[in-house]
């Protein structure tokens, strides 16, 4: 049975790779398959008075790559029957402490953010774990399992000629542990630590890197987020944007929303290959 492959559009179309300069660089492997068995698309709409560039480069929010809830999976054997609700507690707390950080200027990196959450959801759940768990738990923040579009995806996002990088909240080391682990670290032109910034995401200056890092115009530089805020974060800031709705999770009320959006990395390709 065919998989009809869904993208809902809120942008136009921009100058960019022809359809079959984009088609003759993915036609093969599995996403070339899957972009094949896409059904009609839909056309997005013109911006009245846009003037639109090319995309040069993909920036990539870590979860649209890896699935977070390998954590869950650590945590199983740590926390045990408790660990679904450990970690929703654990995951909310750490991104309510960068989002905190960031808004009254008292950054601390995301490992620091990631323990003392961790130590949060500890005394929440009335647990006493031991360091060498607390560590366990957090290097598996570095240690997550790559979706399966992953890696054929930003192979021929290369081929096509993109740069890649990541733009992750992630600290500098956890950033580099991660891609190497994953041995999907040679795709990219660069690692983007919102670190550099002294900041996390939403907040401009984090999104900021992507150009001054890839030397490209915000406009020349698609990003991909996981999370409906980042989508309206990356949208605000400037940068065509690629909602990847893994989880199938309901959007945001934020007044502005990702140009496009799809459940994996197939439809992002595809997007992309639409602005030609």
């Not at 690692?191 to 996390?200: C, E, G, P, V, Y």
């Not at 990003?223 to 605000?236: E, H, I, K, P, Y």
């Amino acid at each position: 049975m065919r998989r009809e492959s869904t993208i809902e559009t809120a942008g136009g179309m921009v100058e960019g790779m022809s359809r079959r300069q984009f088609l003759q660089v993915i036609s093969g492997g599995a996403i070339g398959g899957a972009l094949g068995a896409c059904g009609a698309p839909q056309q997005p709409s013109n911006v009245a008075g846009a003037s639109r560039r090319p995309i040069r480069a993909i920036c990539f929010d870590l979860f649209t790559l890896f699935d977070p809830r390998s954590v869950n999976e650590v945590a199983a054997t740590i926390v045990g029957d408790e660990s679904a609700t450990f970690c929703e507690t654990w995951r909310t707390k750490q991104f309510g402490y960068a989002f905190l950080r960031a808004s009254a200027g008292q950054y601390a990196d995301f490992k620091k953010v990631t323990f003392d959450s961790l130590a949060f959801a500890e005394r929440t759940h009335k647990l006493s774990l031991a360091q060498t768990d607390r560590d366990k738990l957090v290097t598996a923040y570095s240690r997550l399992v790559p979706w399966p579009d992953t890696a054929s995806t930003l192979q021929r996002f290369k081929d096509a000629g993109l740069k890649l990088a990541p733009l992750a909240n992630y600290a500098p080391g956890m950033l580099s542990s991660l891609l190497e682990h994953a041995r999907l670290d040679t795709f990219f032109d660069a690692r983007i630590s919102t670190d550099a910034a002294r900041t996390f995401k939403p907040d401009p200056k984090a999104y900021a890197l992507g150009p001054s890092v890839l030397g490209l115009p915000r406009e020349e530089i698609a990003f991909a987020a996981f999370g409906g805020w980042d989508a309206a974060g990356a949208a605000w800031f400037g940068f065509p944007t690629f909602w990847v709705n893994r989880l199938g999770v309901q959007a945001e009320e934020l007044g502005r929303g990702p140009d496009a959006t799809g459940p994996t990395l197939v439809e992002l390709a595809a997007w992309i290959e639409r602005w030609a």
